[in-house]
């Protein structure tokens, strides 16, 4: 069945290069060797976008200006990271619209790495 909005075309428009890291967890091999979790780093394109003044506004100082609406066509795990502009950013909150639309929309937090790039501080 088809979706009742399409915005391929214009979240392409304006999606940027970024990098998403998921963590890949740990597992025992066919040998029974522990292999530790591990990041995997995957380029990819979305829309980086300020959140709008009205989500920061009704989140209760949650979020800041300093945090993310992310819009992407392809699917982010919650508590995935995205690297963007040499911040790196946390999904935090996904807005479902997969029934009507072709898109996934996230709130991503900024994480303090401490300033090392790509270090999350208490990880």
Known sequence: MAKLYNFIRLVQKYSVPCQHIASQPGYY???????????????????????????????????????????????????????????????EEETDFSEYADFHQYLAKLVDTGGESGVEAGD
């Open 29 to 91: 091999d066919d040998d029974g060797i522990w292999h530790e979790p591990q990041d995997v780093t995957v380029d990819t394109k979305a829309a980086i976008l300020p959140v709008p003044e009205r989500t920061l506004y009704e989140s209760g100082g949650r979020y800041t200006t300093a945090d993310r609406l992310i819009i992407a066509l392809e699917a982010f795990p919650l508590q995935s990271h995205i690297f963007y502009r040499g911040k790196k950013y946390r999904i």
